[in-house]
């Protein structure tokens, strides 16, 4: 019988068998334990973490940091991002020591025939998320068989059902915050004295590219400022598979 890791590397409809059977090993795993687990199963030429280096991402980021600073960190540079979004990753880089960040940017052709005015976020933000956040993933992540991402079953809508691992595509998803609470992530920034992003301090509990995200009211959830006043709720890179 083959183990986990062998079935990974075989890749193919193994990865759905693989996903199930580590989601019910890690059902109740710390988040900790979650990314130690994914780093045994594929090792850490096969693993990255996906992060946005915005306002919940340093908790992930110090998680990672204390299993491995070396996995892979993958940040889409969307070339709509906040100066603020830009500072704070290099700030986390070096306050956690973050050995591999790599800044994806989209493809420059791209860019020039689809959204040459940079208007696109208005007309069709789905086709911007695409050339800006979709394809870039998918091309970044394709040495990989395995990636972390941080998502949390408290943030309501499509995330609320997320299990621990799930499948892919041909690669497995490792959501270590899936079962974490609001106040379990606050609690990982003040112990660990974690600089917060700096965009929170004037009111944004979310933040992602400048045109589609606004600050919250106090009685909003923290991504209601998101693509606010249009039906979008999520950009597409962990509703479309990767491969
Ligand atoms: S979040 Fe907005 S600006 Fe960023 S890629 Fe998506 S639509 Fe474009």
């Known amino acids: 019988m083959s183990t986990i890791s062998q079935q990974v590397v075989a890749a193919g409809p ?21 990314i130690e687990t994914a780093l045994k199963t594929v090792g850490r030429e096969q693993l990255a973490l996906v992060s946005s280096f915005g306002t919940e991402s340093a908790a992930l ?8 600073p070396a996995i892979p960190v993958i940040f889409l540079d969307t070339g709509w991002l906040f100066e603020e979004t830009l500072a704070y990753r290099d700030t986390l880089i070096a306050a956690l020591g973050l050995r591999d960040v790599r800044s994806i940017k989209p493809l420059a052709e791209a860019l020039s025939r689809q959204d040459p005015d940079r208007e696109l976020w208005f007309s069709d933000p789905d086709a911007c998320c695409r050339i ?26 499509a995330r609320a059902e997320i299990p621990v691992v799930e499948d892919d595509g041909n690669k497995l998803k490792f959501n270590p915050f899936a079962n974490v609470s609001r106040e379990e992530i606050e609690a990982i920034y003040e112990l660990a004295k974690l600089p917060p992003h700096p965009l929170v301090a004037s009111g944004y509990l979310s933040v992602g590219c400048m045109p589609c995200s606004s600050r919250t009211a106090p009685d909003e959830d923290a991504r209601a400022g998101r693509w606010r006043g249009r039906p979008k709720t999520e950009c597409g890179i962990h509703t479309t598979k990767t491969s």
Not at 16 to 34: G, I, K, M
Not at 61 to 68: E, G, I, R, T
């Open 14 to 34: 193994a990865i759905l068998h693989s996903a199930q059977t580590l989601d019910h090993t890690l059902r109740d795993a710390s988040p900790a334990h979650v």
């Open 61 to 68: 980021l110090k998680v990672m940091a204390d299993v491995d």
């Open 132 to 157: 800006r956040k979709v394809e870039p993933l998918a091309r970044a992540l394709k040495p990989f068989s395995a990636w972390i991402n941080g998502r949390k079953r408290f943030q309501g809508g």
